[in-house]
């Protein structure tokens, strides 16, 4: 069970760090894409057999199609998340970007309602959407590696299967108002690849997590998958031997990039060994102890949490002891044969099912499913502000009251505009639709 390539919106490049920073046009050494990412590693020393592998697949450009040239200025009005919290007002986007955030509120607008930063989806395995039976047995039965039932079923699946159903998955994300998601992405070189090529063109941004094809290190390997990957993303350290999870940890932090791991899922984990990989974040955290957890917020690293997975196998997260012990934490939707892809359902869940363990509020489940709009370990400043990306989603839902807690209790009918990327999803037409030229005053409704 077991987080963004580089997105390009309007010819600038975005991403969310690993550190900490919010995203900027050129990313920490954490996570940094590498910018020969597209390019064949030609190095002579390179295997002939590992050459085959890195070869680049045969694709279309994209899935989508060419997005057309959007000139003017978009309006989105209402209740808007800001640093201060919810103010009646609105946002002004150009080329892809927040130029202003008004307490003015336009006439008319291209969509109104509350408006709030598009979702992180903080762990996914989308290429698990392959497997497409019920689902019965253990978490170990299902997901283990190498041979619980999804490994089984990815290694005799076809590319152009994996391709179409992680493809569908994006496809999910996009329309429910995520952004960016992280996902863990087995099966090696050729494995990143896919994710890539079902990734390619469109308006949500992976930060692809690799993992060598079996449980152990060779550096060649390593190597070419952190040349196309954001990082490197295994199961529990329980999994491997210790020699080879180190080398493998040490080789992705000195190529600069991403390594986290899931961690105390299915028994307690010695945390001590765990943070000495010095994980960029970790996965699940469900057996740890308060001092296991007390030490993670004290190294600084997040958690993400993904309760609708961890119920279905049969185990229910402890949200608030998590926030107790002040950790950052995010939330995902994990396998993709388990869940769909929605945030907007995960937030919900992980709302109810905390009431379990003594409850967290409403604001606290929307900030887990906001947070990742600043990096991995980015301050949790929710509000939208000029300069940012436009990666913004209008929910049609009261506006009276407390907006957190009515997100809460939207459904994905209730999503009436998703700007995400540069692209426009407009799912519910709340106003009609006004966009202002530079330079004048006039309006025109698309």
């Not at 975005?14 to 050129?26: I, K, L, N, Q, W």
């Not at 937030?347 to 499913?369: N, P, Q």
Request: some cysteine; proline content about 7%; charged content about 30%.
């Amino acid at each position: 069970m077991n987080a963004d390539v580089t997105a390009r919106t309007n010819g600038t490049t975005r991403s969310p760090d690993a550190t900490g920073a919010a995203a900027v046009p050129t990313r920490p050494a954490e996570i940094a894409s590498n910018p020969r990412r597209d390019s064949v590693v030609t190095d002579a020393r390179t295997p002939p057999s590992l050459k085959r592998l890195m070869r680049r697949p045969s694709n279309p450009r994209t899935f989508y199609p060419a997005r057309p040239l959007r000139r003017g200025v978009d309006v989105l009005a209402g209740a808007i998340l800001t640093d201060a919290g919810f103010v009646r007002g609105s946002v002004s986007i150009e080329d892809g970007v927040v130029i202003d955030v008004s307490r003015k509120v336009p006439r008319d607008a291209l969509g109104e309602g509350v408006v709030v930063p598009a979702f992180t989806n903080a762990h996914t395995h989308v290429a698990d959407a392959i497997v497409r039976e019920e689902l019965k047995g253990s978490l170990e039965d299902i997901v283990a590696p190498p041979q619980g039932l999804k490994h089984r079923a990815l290694a005799a699946a076809k590319d152009d299967d994996l391709v179409d159903g992680m493809r569908s998955m994006v496809r999910v994300m996009a329309r429910t108002g995520v952004a960016r998601f992280w996902d863990f992405r087995e099966g090696g070189l050729p494995g990143v690849r896919l994710l890539l090529r079902a990734a390619l063109g469109g308006p949500v941004a992976p930060m692809v997590l690799g993992r060598p094809a079996r449980i152990e290190y060779r550096r060649e390997e390593v190597d070419a998958i952190l040349r196309v990957a954001d990082g490197i993303g295994i199961s529990s350290a329980l999994d491997w031997p210790r020699d080879e999870v180190e080398k493998l940890a040490t080789h992705a932090r000195r190529a600069g990039k991403a390594f986290a791991v899931h961690a105390s899922e299915r028994v307690r984990e010695d945390i001590d060994g765990v943070l000495d990989l010095k994980p960029a974040f970790l996965v699940h955290m469900l057996e740890a102890t308060d001092a296991d957890l007390e030490r993670t917020a004290d190294a600084g690293v997040p958690v993400v949490s993904c309760p609708r997975s961890n119920v279905f196998f049969g185990k229910v997260p402890d949200l608030p002891r998590l926030l107790r012990a002040g950790l950052a934490v995010h939330l995902g939707t994990d396998n993709a044969m388990v869940n769909s892809p929605s945030i907007l359902r995960e937030m919900e869940f992980a709302y109810k099912v905390s009431r379990l363990r003594g409850g967290i509020s409403a604001r606290d489940a929307v900030t887990m499913a906001l947070r990742g709009k600043n990096g991995i370990r980015g301050p949790a400043d929710l509000g939208i502000r000029a300069g940012d990306p436009a990666d913004l989603v209008v929910f049609d839902v009261p506006r009276e009251g407390d907006p957190f807690a009515a997100l809460l209790r939207a459904a994905e009918s209730d999503i009436a505009l998703v700007y995400v990327g540069g692209r426009t999803w407009q799912r519910k037409r709340v106003a009609k639709a006004r966009r202002r030229t530079p330079g004048t005053s006039r309006s025109r409704t698309r």
